[in-house]
């Protein structure tokens, strides 16, 4: 049976390299580094799509997304060029799966258990968000055979540690630091092998609708997070507060997901924490214990 085959872009970051590692055998998976192509640049774009057309193009790419990214101009109009040099070669390739954020439907204000249908509820102020929402729309208006997977908070190996609460908190209290949290704030986290094979459904699946919000659809705050990393590692770690309160929540309703993968199955959430925790372990001496100090 020929494989799909899939033009992944990100293959380097978070995401992409879980992809990468748990999909690669699956699929014909073609991910190109920025040094071997420009993303950028339309004309590169489509001489590397003629060359190698494919099934699917999974676009995980983009700048000015996590606080690792500093001092990143333009990301709007970069992250809408890479997006539409994508689109425009649409002859090369069948399905496009863009990895979209709840950004999309604005984080100027609480976002509590949101459905997809709010898309136009209100336009995001920052540009990283009014990024997502022009992509959002786009995809929801093209006749294109084009999917938006709209993730919240997701989390595992791979991602930025000094920068990411779940994997931060973990190497905290690997390094016997305690637990910091600026304001203690509601989320929607999936476990990044759960996201793998949901995104693995729609690469083999047509699909009813265009967005999905990708969750669990079960809100859980910092503070939560941090007792129970604090109980798995069975360590007497504080966990500091520094500020009251709650911040603005950002979470979503699954109700379509589940509905069109009525088989889809997260992972305990304290399972997954210990199997990150156990990645983290093994990978102690090449942390960086002096970016948490």
Same mark, same amino acid.
């Given at each position: ?91 090369? @390739? ?8 709840? !950004? ?5 204000? *609480? &976002?509590? #258990? %949101? ?36 993730? @919240? ?8 540690? !000094? ?5 931060? *908190? &973990?190497? #905290? %209290? ?120």
């Amino acid at each position: 049976m020929r494989k799909h085959t899939i033009f992944l872009t990100g293959g380097s970051g978070f995401i992409g390299r879980n992809i990468l590692e748990q999909l690669g055998e699956k699929y014909a998976i073609i991910a190109p580094t920025h040094k071997q192509l420009d993303l950028g640049n339309v004309d590169s774009v489509e001489a590397f799509l003629k060359q190698n057309p494919v099934d699917v193009v999974v676009h995980t790419a983009n700048v000015g997304g996590n606080r690792a990214e500093k001092n990143v101009s333009n990301v709007m109009s970069y992250n809408l060029r890479i997006f539409f040099n994508l689109v425009h070669n649409h002859r090369y @390739f069948k399905k496009f799966i863009y990895l979209g954020s709840g !950004a999309q439907y604005g984080k100027q204000s *609480s &976002l509590i #258990r %949101v459905r997809e249908e709010a898309l136009d509820t209100r336009i995001p102020t920052d540009e990283f968000g009014l990024y997502k929402y022009v992509c959002a729309k786009f995809i929801e208006e093209t006749p294109l055979n084009m999917l938006n997977l709209s993730i @919240f908070g997701i989390y595992g190996k791979h991602e930025e540690y !000094a920068f990411r609460f779940i994997s931060q *908190s &973990l190497c #905290r %209290v690997l390094f016997d630091l305690p637990i910091v949290i600026k304001q203690n704030v509601k989320f929607d986290y999936i476990y990044v092998d759960d996201f793998i094979r949901i995104l693995q459904y729609f690469v083999e699946h047509d699909q009813q609708y265009r967005t999905y919000n990708i969750g669990t659809g079960i809100p859980i705050d910092l503070v939560t997070i941090a007792q129970r990393i604090v109980i798995i590692t069975k360590k007497n770690i504080p966990i500091l507060l520094e500020k009251k309160g709650l911040n603005l929540e950002y979470t979503c309703a699954t109700d379509r997901l589940r509905k069109e993968l009525s088989s889809v199955q997260y992972t305990d959430f304290d399972t997954a924490l210990s199997r990150l925790y156990d990645w983290y372990k093994n990978k102690k001496t090449l942390l960086q214990r002096e970016l948490f100090i």
